[in-house]
């Protein structure tokens, strides 16, 4: 499976609309992909509007916009658009990891193995625990129901003809919501760190189901208190 090309398109994709929407007011740019997705619920027309969309970056803000939902997809629009890119999360869990170790006042026995820093072929391992988590934290609030999934899989299929990329994300995506199972794609503790990371960009901690969630899944990472704390502030730092 190819998960690295296509995870770094969805994490590039609320970067990319919201500079396609620069040259409108400052309300449409802060709105980004999440107000792209008003329609959603709202018709058949804004839904096939945003399908429609010409180029990889609309095509892969559709596919986020649909594992998110609109409401959170407005919420957190800004957050995801930061990113950049796949690299991005290795960057941001290298400093995480930095940050913790300088607080334990301890010197680390080896530099964190984090996905900007390793051959493509671990890359591409990092990438699909990652996604996996993706997936997970959006199913966390409990909005995707069957029609959703299938909308949700026909777009992906659209950004990457990958049959057996198509039959995971089916898997994933029906699978009842376990943060044991999804913490079991962590083989090292870096991976656990980017997994955690990319939960925490999706997930709304004002909702107290998704709250727990991430709260149930960052025990099940054996993540050290110190080091989520790290993680999470990492994650506001690089929203702002």
């Known amino acids: 499976m190819n998960t690295r090309g296509l995870l770094d398109q969805l994490l590039k994709s609320g ?13 449409k740019t802060s709105a980004g992909f999440g107000g792209m997705l008003g329609g959603r619920s709202g018709g058949s027309s804004g ?21 998110l939902g609109s409401k959170k997809a407005r919420k957190v629009g800004g957050k995801v658009a930061v990113y950049g890119g796949l690299a991005a999360l290795g960057v941001l869990a290298y400093k995480a990891y930095g940050n913790w170790q300088a607080q334990q006042g301890t010197t ?9 820093r390793l ?3 671990q890359v591409e391992q990092h990438s699909e625990a990652i996604l996996k988590a993706l997936v997970a934290a959006a199913k966390a609030d409990g909005h995707i129901d069957e029609r959703e999934r299938e909308l949700i899989e ?5 950004l990457d003809n990958d049959q057996a ?26 991976m656990a760190a980017e997994m955690y990371i990319a939960s925490v960009m999706l997930v709304d901690e ?21 080091l989520k704390a790290e993680l999470e502030k990492q ?6």
């Not at 709260?215 to 208190?225: G, H, I, M, T, V």
């Not at 994650?235 to 702002?240: D, K, L, N």
Request: hydrophobic share 40%.
């Open 15 to 27: 970067q990319d609309l919201l500079q396609n929407k620069a040259g409108g007011t400052q309300n």
């Open 47 to 67: 839904l096939g509007g945003l399908l429609s969309g010409a180029g990889g970056g609309a095509l892969a803000a559709g596919a986020m916009g649909l594992l």
């Open 108 to 116: 680390p026995r080896h530099e964190p193995q984090t996905l900007d």
């Open 119 to 121: 051959p493509m072929a």
């Open 154 to 158: 026909g777009e992906f299929a659209r």
């Open 165 to 190: 990329l198509a039959h995971w994300l089916h898997a994933e995506l029906n699978k009842p919501l376990d943060p044991a199972d999804v913490a079991s794609a962590a083989s090292t503790p870096e």
């Open 206 to 226: 004002e909702s107290f189901m998704e709250k727990s969630y991430l709260d149930e899944l960052a025990r099940q990472l054996k993540l050290e208190p110190g």
């Open 235 to 240: 994650v506001r730092q690089a929203s702002v």
